[in-house]
């Protein structure tokens, strides 16, 4: 089906969670009176990206007021966001949830954990060990944080799961200089084209703005349709709640264009798979 995505290209405060929680609903509210359907915020949208220790200190367990206030507020809009997820046994993930309806409808923890150049997310934060694809009022998601995406894997499992939009929540930095633009932006922009055009999907991308610790986050967030063309595009370096209409036509055209989705082997590659873990030994 036809749907309205707004990519809310936010500014968290590190640590800050009454404040970060505060900005959420006010853009939750403003996209939902606008007419918006789903609302999609970026990695780590309730406490800032660079946390190092003070990651127990902002962990939310699934069951907290802050995750159940945003639960409310799916009442009336679908919500993808991201926040440091604490579980019973006190382990500690980069995690986003997909909320709907009054319920949480799916949770993943970022599998891929950075730990070059400026990151060290291992150090603080413990690995997903998952890609699942999911229902949703608008079709079948699937759900990547940031690093994931970088895994050809990933996506593509979840494709073969079903998968018919990709939803990337990011808090990429901005790094380098490619041309006229910057280098990180230039090569995620080609990374979520590629992807989709590859497996014939739509990739909702929305990353984060604003500085921690001299950092600076390049925004950039967009919507990829399945042919790989980048049909909208927010800001560099700022704020701005995007909205974008999500055609279920585009779909149906480029999977009748392009069926590489339905021609694909899947017993080819897992024999393969097989083949290549034996002969490793693992």
Known sequence: MDFTAVLAQIQPKLGCLADNLALVEKEILAASASGGDLIIFPELALTGYFLKDLVP???????????????????????????????????????????????????????????????????????????????????????????DMWHLSASYILAMDGATTLLCLSSSPARGIDGETLGSAAAW??????????????????????????????????????????????????????????????????????????DENLFVTMQELARITRERGQ
């Open 189 to 262: 922009q080609k990374l979520v084209s590629t992807t989709a055009l590859f497996l014939n999907c739509r990739v909702l991308y929305c990353n984060r703005v604003g500085f921690e610790d001299g950092v600076n986050f390049w925004g950039g967030s967009e919507y990829i349709a399945p042919s790989g063309e980048s049909v909208s595009r927010c800001k560099l370096l700022e704020p701005e709640a995007l909205s974008v209409r999500i055609d279920e036509g585009a779909l149906r055209r480029e999977r009748i264009f392009s069926p590489m989705i339905r």
């Open 57 to 147: 200190e902002v962990a939310l367990r699934l069951d907290s007021p802050e995750i159940l206030r945003l639960v409310e507020l799916s009442r009336s809009i679908s919500i993808a966001i991201g926040f440091v997820e604490e579980t019973t046994d006190y382990h500690f993930y980069n995690s986003a949830l997909y909320l709907e309806d009054g319920a949480i409808r799916h949770l993943h923890r970022k599998v891929y954990l950075p730990t070059y150049g400026l990151f060290d997310e291992q150090r603080y934060l413990a690995h997903g060990t998952t890609f699942r694809a999911f229902d949703s009022k608008f079709g079948r998601f699937g759900m990547v944080i940031c690093e």
